[in-house]
C-alpha cells in the first residue's frame, strides 16, 4: 500500500502551501547564509511532521495561516535542533548528505541553526496565539533537555525502560506531541481535544522511536546505518535493554556499561546485538511498539469523524510501523 499517497489525500493543496512557505523562509540573498540555507533546503525529508500537523488541524476543522505559520515554526525549530546536533555529535552527515558543520565549520552551522531558530520565532508569532507560542517554546526547552538527558545517561550505571523512555519523550516524541496539540490548538479545538490530540503524538513519537532502534540490530543499506550503529555511540536501546534485564547475564552486562563507558569495540557490540535477538528483545520491542500502535488507533476511532483524515491518519500510523527506513 502507498501509505504516503493516502497520508496526503486530504491534504495536499495545504501541504503544497506549507511548502512554498516553508522553502521561502530558507530563502536569502546574502552569500554564505544563502548557501547554507539553500543546502538545508534541498536535504528536505518526507515531511512528515508538517503532514501530521495539517491532519490534525483538518481533524479538528480546517487548515488556516496560523496552522501553516505555526507548521514552519515548528519544522524550523526542529531544523535548527538537528544542525545544532551533529555539531555537538561532530555527524558528517545527515539524511545522507554531508552536514552544515562538515561541509562549512562548526562556528557556520551554530550561527545558522540561531538564524533557523530566530526565524521559527518569527513565524510562530505571526499566528497571534498564545498558546502556540508557549507550546513552541517548550518544545525548545524540551529538546535540549533531552539531549542533556541522552548525554548523561551514558554515563549513568543504571540500564533503565524508565529512563529510556523518559529520553524519548523528550526527543522523537516531543516532536510529534508538538505537532498534534498545536495543529489542534491551530483549529481552535478545545481543551479535553488538544490533550487527546497531545497524548496521540506522545505515543506516535515512541513507536515511531521503537521502530527506530529496532533497525539498529540489522544492517541494512536502505536504513544508512550499520548494525550496532547507536551502541557504538554509547546508546543501550530498548530491545538491548530487556534482554539484559530479563536474563541478568553478567557478562552481557559488563558489556553494555563498555558500550555506555565509549569503550567498546565493534566484535563486542556484534556479541550484545545476537544476544539481545538470542534473548526475545527484538519480539519485546515490537510488541511495546503495537501497544502504542493501538492507542494510536483508539483516539483515531473515538476522535476522528471525517472519514478521509481517518483513513489518512490510520495510514500515517501504519507507515511508522511498518516503514523500512
Known amino acids: 500500500m502507498d501509505y504516503l499517497k493516502q497520508i496526503k489525500q486530504p491534504i495536499q493543496c495545504d501541504l503544497d502551501d ?19 540555507l539553500d543546502h538545508i533546503r534541498k536535504r528536505a525529508g518526507k515531511r512528515m511532521r508538517p503532514m501530521l500537523i495539517l491532519l490534525m488541524a483538518k481533524n479538528y476543522g480546517s487548515v488556516s495561516e496560523v496552522t501553516q505559520h505555526s507548521g514552519v515554526g515548528l519544522e524550523l525549530l526542529h531544523t535548527a535542533s538537528l544542525v545544532h546536533d551533529d555539531v555537538v555529535d561532530e555527524s558528517s ?4 548528505q ?58 549513568n550505571s543504571e540500564i533503565s525502560e524508565d529512563v529510556y523512555y523518559q529520553v524519548i519523550k523528550q526527543k522523537t516524541a516531543a516532536l ?9 490548538l491551530s483549529a481552535g479545538a478545545v481543551s479535553e481535544e488538544v490533550e487527546a490530540a497531545r497524548l496521540f503524538g506522545q505515543n506516535l513519537g515512541i513507536a515511531f522511536q521503537i521502530r527506530d532502534d529496532i ?8 536504513i544508512g546505518k550499520p548494525t550496532g550503529n547507536d551502541m557504538a555511540e554509547g546508546k543501550l536501546t530498548l530491545p538491548v535493554i530487556y534482554a539484559l534485564n530479563s536474563t541478568g547475564n553478567s557478562d552481557m552486562n559488563e558489556l553494555a556499561h563498555k ?4 569503550r567498546v569495540s565493534a566484535d563486542e557490540i556484534s556479541r550484545l546485538v545476537e544476544f539481545t535477538k538470542k534473548h526475545g528483545g527484538i519480539e519485546y520491542a515490537e510488541q511495546k511498539m503495537d501497544y502504542f500502535r493501538q492507542l494510536c488507533l483508539d483516539f483515531i476511532a473515538k476522535y476522528s469523524a471525517k472519514q478521509d483524515v481517518k483513513e489518512a491518519l490510520r495510514a500515517y500510523v501504519d507507515f511508522v510501523i511498518q516503514r523500512n527506513k
Do not use: P
Not at 176 to 184: K, M, S, V
Not at 215 to 222: A, I, K, L, T
Not at 259 to 262: A, L, S
Open 215 to 222: 533497525f539498529d540490530y540489522y544492517d541494512s543499506e536502505e
Open 259 to 262: 558500550v555506555k563507558e565509549g
Open 176 to 184: 510529534f506531541e508538538a505537532c498534534c496539540a498545536i495543529g489542534a
Open 98 to 155: 554531508a552536514s552544515v558543520n562538515a561541509t562549512y565549520n562548526n562556528k557556520v552551522a551554530v550561527l545558522v541553526g540561531d538564524y533557523l531558530l530566530s526565524t521559527a520565532l518569527l513565524h510562530v508569532s505571526l499566528t497571534g496565539n498564545q498558546q502556540i507560542v508557549q507550546y513552541l517554546a517548550e518544545l525548545g526547552r524540551t529538546l535540549a533537555k533531552g539531549e542533556i538527558l541522552q548525554l548523561s545517561n551514558i554515563s
Open 93 to 96: 552527515e545527515r539524511r545522507g
Open 18 to 36: 506549507f511548502i512554498e512557505m516553508f522553502n521561502g523562509s530558507l530563502s536569502h540573498t546574502d552569500g554564505m547564509l544563502a548557501q547554507v
